[in-house]
């Protein structure tokens, strides 16, 4: 029996708007058929919304107000990408790519549970549905929810989703290190003293989710069609006052 087929695109570091361009972008091909998964890095700090919050929180501490930002196409709560790795997985509707009653949310943060135990973080678990609490209302890791990834009390891991046409665009950051615009906020390295590049976990990331997933993951490019939309959503839409102030 063939495996099901997955393209694996090469670690890339850009801007915000590219980055959520791109992502986007992925969630088109899902819903026509290709299934994605990528991990990437941001070239600057950069803060990003979640798609229903107002863009006034950037001033509800001190220094988010001095980041790049821009919104997000999903929804949940704001992001510090700076000492982190963001993943993007995006599926096709129906079997084998989303089985009725399974959560990708908490399939993946288990993929990312294996690969930090892989690489000497063996303390991180899902989050159960008795420790949900909110210690703020702008800082997605400020909120732990169900399923969300923590090292003990921190959370290190969460996620959003956003669909299409029945196809999924799930992503998500992993915290490596606190950032110093949200020095509040520990990661990896404070909360276990072990310190990972992004290639590094990158690496393992993807080789564990071939692994639990059992389909071939396939290392590819975007296509020049994925190229051409990718920039133009970042020109227009992502790099826009008009997405990314419209709240």
């Not at 891991?157 to 956003?162: K, L, M």
């Not at 046409?165 to 915290?175: E, P, V």
């Not at 020095?183 to 080789?207: D, K, W």
């Amino acid at each position: 029996m063939n495996r099901p087929h997955c393209r694996l695109l090469s670690f890339h570091v850009a801007q915000g708007a590219w980055n959520m361009a791109a992502d986007e972008a992925l969630l088109e091909s899902a819903a026509a058929g290709t299934a994605s998964f990528r991990l990437y890095g941001w070239l600057q700090p950069t803060l990003s919304l979640g798609y229903f919050q107002a863009s006034a929180v950037r001033s509800a501490y001190p220094r988010l107000g001095e980041l790049a930002w821009v919104r997000r196409p999903s929804g949940g709560a704001a992001l510090v990408h700076h000492f982190e790795v963001t993943y993007a997985l995006a599926l096709p509707p129906g079997a084998p790519w989303q089985k009725v009653g399974e959560s990708w949310l908490c399939r993946m943060h288990v993929v990312l549970a294996d690969a930090l135990a892989s690489l000497g973080v063996k303390t991180a678990r899902l989050c159960g549905d008795q420790e949900e609490k909110k210690l703020g209302d702008v800082l997605c890791f400020l909120h732990h929810t169900p399923g969300d990834l923590l090292i003990g009390d921190a959370k290190i891991v969460g996620s959003a989703q956003r669909k299409q046409r029945g196809a999924l665009m799930q992503h998500g950051s992993i915290l490596l290190a606190a950032s110093p615009w949200t020095p509040q906020l520990p990661g990896i390295r404070e909360l276990t003293g072990v310190n990972l590049s992004a290639e590094m976990l990158a690496t393992t990331v993807a080789e564990q989710w071939a692994k639990q997933t059992g389909w071939q993951l396939v290392a590819s490019e975007w296509t020049p069609r994925e190229r051409q939309r990718i920039e133009e959503l970042a020109a227009n839409k992502y790099s826009q006052p008009a997405w990314n102030c419209k709240r």
